[in-house]
């Protein structure tokens, strides 16, 4: 029997275990769509009301379950609406196929005007992805599918992207060579490196292991947890690593913890992370420090990073090589100085008011299992150091890329892949302008979702940095709808709150009730947590000492 493009493309997709599709219809997908039709006991198709919401939620959806997300849109302003989802899938070391129509073949490149065309759609996609490709026959398709997943399943996981004219969608064919799912295949580290690297940490009087985003995305969580407890090295972990070892662990530490340990530490091992950040600066390190660097990307062991033993590989397998290779040893416990730190972060936490209490009632009311979505709001800014991440893929951030309106709609793609765990999305009321359309597509597909917004009825992050910088404010003032009626407009629960308790209860209220719920939490101004977050925006006053004391006489 004859199978056209677009059948074609649905079933490698089945084959490779793709289960959900983020994706709007239009013109250039009528075949693609055609055919998930067919295939709807095998593939779920999730439609939400905008395209910017179809790569968020492709994107929630890998980094909260760990299997691929995908997504679908029209060419041209399609794509483009799409491309923030995907920068921020680059970002954050996300899982994503990110599958884009094209005009038809013929005209591809002549500027022609066709519908929805744009200059080299090919080379936007390149520039954001690790790997991309077009089919330009219908018998290129299965393979240009399988290879997607080989890239998706093979180096650092980053997005990928596929593009298919609709003549190839619909254009039929007698024989299809169809391919097995690609395997995933982590890559290897040299047994040299390892025992070099074990030698170095076998040595140190205070190792401490930095972890990044590779960790987190490469469910390192148990071999890291392993390495560090026969090191007895205290573990700081960036956002991206948040939760790959338990927050109450004896050795966990987030990155204000880091600048405890780091000044003590002799040896650093740098577990899938840039260490570009706020952990590589000279104020933190020790003098004299060594370093270990292990990851998946070349680019992230070398310059400017100061010299050290580079290790180029999968970090779970480099971790649980590197622990193999220690020799036996009793090494002493660093719990009660890890226990010291976590007392010095919990001191400057509590300063930070009321972003604490809040956080408090979130985490307390979060199941271990549950998903928390930060923002770009003072809550979340706050929480990406002060929020107790207990369990992996249970913290989602935009990573560096720090996009505005990513929260809600990457919640929702979260939702779909944990439908029976409590999703918490936590928005500002700018940020959640970007997508709130979308409580469409919570209410349509009934998702486990609480959304809470803290409204100030400003852009509140941009208003600190203007007074500070300019001494005045201009252009960011909101004008905001009643959130309570908006959300029963869409058919979804509301509540409007005021203080940590009302949201406690609210909370609770939209947890036994199911399905999607908006919280309106009106706020005034926040204190900055920035100075705990990033070292270059100096504290009010002088931070506390350093609860390990002076490092030239540890």
């Not at 650092?156 to 190839?168: F, G, K, L, S, Y």
């Not at 995933?184 to 205070?206: H, I, M, Q, S």
């Not at 009825?457 to 203007?466: A, D, E, K, S």
Request: glycine share 10%; aromatic share 6%; charged share 20%.
């Amino acid at each position: 029997m004859a199978v056209t493009g677009g059948q074609a493309l649905v079933e490698q997709l089945k084959r490779e275990g793709v289960e959900v599709i983020f994706g709007i219809p239009g013109v250039q997908l009528d075949w693609a769509v055609d055919a998930l039709c067919d295939a709807v006991d095998d593939i779920e198709f999730i439609v939400p009301r905008h395209e910017q919401a179809t790569s968020y939620m492709a994107d929630g959806y890998a980094r909260a379950t760990g299997k691929e997300g995908v997504c679908m849109m029209v060419p041209g302003p399609g794509m483009l609406n799409a491309l923030a989802g995907l920068s921020t899938a680059l970002a954050c070391n996300s899982r994503v196929l990110f599958i884009s129509g094209q005009i038809p073949s013929a005209t591809i490149g002549k500027g022609h005007g066709m519908l929805h065309e744009i200059p080299d759609q090919t080379g936007i996609l390149k520039s954001l992805t690790k790997w991309s490709g077009i089919a330009m026959r219908p018998e290129e398709v299965p393979a240009l599918v399988h290879e997607a997943f080989v890239q998706l399943r093979s180096g650092r996981p980053r997005p990928v992207a596929i593009e298919v004219p609709p003549d190839v969608l619909q254009t039929t064919m007698d024989a299809v060579a169809y391919f097995d799912a690609a395997p995933y295949a982590p890559d290897a580290v040299d047994a040299t490196l390892v025992a070099k690297a074990a030698e170095l940490l076998a040595g140190a009087r205070f190792p401490v292991i930095c972890a990044g985003g590779g960790v987190g995305a490469a469910d390192a969580g148990e071999a890291l947890r392993e390495l560090a407890e026969a090191l007895q090295a205290p573990i700081v972990m960036t956002e991206g690593a948040r939760g790959a070892v338990a927050a109450d662990h004896d050795l966990a530490l987030t990155t204000l913890g880091g600048r405890c340990v780091l000044p003590h530490a002799d040896v650093v091992l740098v577990a899938g992370s840039r260490f570009l950040n706020a952990l590589a600066q000279p104020t933190h390190a020790a003098e004299g420090c060594q370093y270990i660097y292990l990851n998946i990307d070349e680019a992230a062991l070398g310059a400017p990073r100061k010299p050290g033993v580079a290790i180029k590989g999968d970090v779970t397998v480099g971790l649980a090589a590197i622990k193999a290779a220690l020799p036996a040893q009793s090494r002493a416990s660093r719990a009660a100085d890890v226990a010291k730190v976590k007392a010095w972060e919990a001191a400057q936490f509590d300063e930070i008011k009321p972003q604490a209490d809040y956080l408090a009632v979130l985490r307390d009311h979060i199941g271990d299992k549950g998903v928390l979505v930060g923002e770009l709001t003072q809550v979340g800014y706050f929480a990406s150091v002060a929020y107790p991440v207990r369990a992996p893929r249970t913290y989602l951030t935009p990573g560096y890329q720090g996009t505005l309106g990513y929260g809600f709609p990457t919640a929702l793609g979260v939702a779909v892949g944990n439908p029976h765990e409590r999703t918490v999305s936590i928005t500002g009321d700018g940020g959640f302008g970007w997508g709130l359309n979308d409580l469409a597509t919570a209410a349509k597909y009934g998702l486990n979702l609480t959304t809470v917004v803290f409204a100030d009825n400003r852009f509140g992050n941009v208003q600190r940095i203007q007074r500070r910088t300019f001494g005045r404010e201009f252009a960011v003032e909101l004008h905001n709808p009643d959130f309570d009626l908006l959300a029963k407009a869409f058919g979804v629960r509301a509540a409007r709150v005021s203080d940590p308790q009302g949201l406690a209860k609210a909370l609770e209220e939209a947890k036994a009730a199911g399905g999607p719920a908006l919280i309106e939490v009106q706020v005034s101004e926040m204190p900055s947590p920035w100075a705990l977050i990033h070292p270059f925006v100096p504290p009010a006053s002088p931070p506390p000492a350093n609860p390990l004391g002076d490092p030239k006489v540890i």
